[in-house]
């Protein structure tokens, strides 16, 4: 019961962190040995060459990349903010397209979020642009949905949703 305990422990906190990790160290030159050390540790789990594909090898032993990672729990914190699970401080971290102009676009009769001006990569990378861009990305069928189903919903939209992949572009994923 411990053990199990320590491992959900370990879990959670790892999870939370990750938005945090997304926050600070989301540069390519700092991601690249990680998702490098990713890759090897599939390739050794799988027996397979140094030099094989990795993506068929991810797929067999279902397990999500790490840019995917950052994409899922970039989703899931948006859900948690759309829902209001999040702390009060978080409560006008984003702004609904809406409230930014009164005007009928395609975006804004979606459930939307307005992307703030990035003048550098670390603004393109901070929570509240790289947030309010997978959330834009993410079907309007799937942000309606309010049950705990949904997040897990979102799990298969990291595979399925080619929207989601070009928001990862710079990050790596092969």
Request: charged share 20%.
């Amino acid at each position: 019961m411990y053990t199990l305990f320590s491992k959900v422990k370990s879990f959670i906190s790892l999870t939370y962190s990750i938005i945090t990790y997304i926050e600070l160290n989301t540069y390519q030159t700092i991601l690249l040995p990680l998702i490098i050390l990713q890759k090897k540790a599939v390739r050794i789990m799988t027996f397979s060459e140094y030099n094989s594909h990795s993506s068929p090898l991810f797929q067999k032993l279902k397990i999500l990349k790490v840019s995917d990672l950052i994409y899922l729990y970039s989703a899931l914190f948006m859900y948690d903010y759309y829902s209001n699970r999040l702390p009060l401080i978080f409560d006008n971290f984003f702004k609904s397209i809406n409230k930014v102009h009164q005007y009928q676009t395609r975006l804004a009769s979606k459930i939307s979020y307005y992307l703030p001006k990035a003048r550098t990569n670390y603004g393109e990378f901070d929570i509240r642009f790289f947030g309010a861009k997978v959330w834009n990305s993410i079907d309007d069928s799937l942000k309606s949905i309010r049950s705990l189903l949904s997040k897990f919903s979102l799990f298969g939209l990291v595979e399925e949703n080619q929207k989601a992949k070009t928001c990862l572009k710079g990050f790596g994923s092969s």
